[in-house]
Structures are given as structure tokens and as C-alpha cells.
Nanobody
Framework: DVQLVESGGGSVQAGGSLRLSCAAS????????MGWFRQAPGKEREAVAN????????YYADAVLDRFTISQDNAKTTVYLQMNNLKVEDTAMYYC????????????????WGRGTQVTVS
């Protein structure tokens, strides 16, 4: 099974940047979609960005489009989320996610979850 470990969260001022990383325990042969969800207190977990590991094609939620960029390394074992021009409303716990099929826009489609990394924007 794939294990996911996130890093890179922290506290920044509005307008700042953070880069999140998600390291998989193995080559993502069985993780055809990898990406990020976030959950703020009292709110539902929502998709932020994800990609198909086969070709890197990406999806972005409207709220982060043109500000966040998702990418993966050549070995397809690590996924990154570059977050620029952060806003207060981006504050949430960010979770790495992976699915055995090439779409993971819905939480119920996710097979593997990281433990989360906190992003706080003030």
C-alpha cells in the first residue's frame, strides 16, 4: 500500500508563498492520481489540486487557479504544491491524497491519505 507523508506547511502573511511536498512510500504505479485536499475547521474536506501521475495533467479548484501549481518529480514518488499569493481563506489542514484510478477530485475516490500539514495565512 502507498503511504504518504506531507511537509512544507507553516504560517505566512497574506500574499506570501509556501511549497508543500508529499512523498510516497513507493513508485506510484498503483496511484494513478495524486493531489491535495484541504479542510478548515467546521468545513468539509475539499479538493485543491491533483494530477494524473501518468502524464502530469492537472486539475485546480477555482479558488486556487492561477495561484497554486501542482507538479511531480521524475520518479513519480513526490508531488508538490507551490502556493503563491496566499490568502487568509487558504488557511486549512492540507492533506496529500492518492487514488488507484486517474481521478481523485472527490474524497470518496481517495484510497490513501497523508496525515496532513497545517497552513495558516494571516
Amino acid at each position: 500500500d502507498v503511504q504518504l507523508v506531507e511537509s512544507g506547511g507553516g504560517s505566512v502573511q497574506a500574499g506570501g508563498s509556501l511549497r508543500l511536498s508529499c512523498a510516497a512510500s513507493e513508485y506510484t504505479y498503483n496511484a494513478h492520481c495524486m493531489g491535495w485536499f484541504r479542510q478548515a475547521p467546521g468545513k468539509e474536506r475539499e479538493a485543491v489540486a491533483n494530477l494524473k501521475t501518468a502524464d502530469g495533467s492537472a486539475y485546480y479548484a477555482d479558488a486556487v487557479l492561477d495561484r497554486f501549481t501542482i507538479s511531480q518529480d521524475n520518479a513519480k514518488t513526490t508531488v508538490y504544491l507551490q502556493m503563491n499569493n496566499l490568502k487568509v481563506e487558504d488557511t486549512a489542514m492540507y492533506y496529500c491524497a492518492a487514488a488507484r484510478w486517474p481521478r481523485c477530485i472527490e474524497a470518496e475516490w481517495v484510497n490513501y491519505w497523508g496525515r496532513g500539514t497545517q497552513v495558516t495565512v494571516s
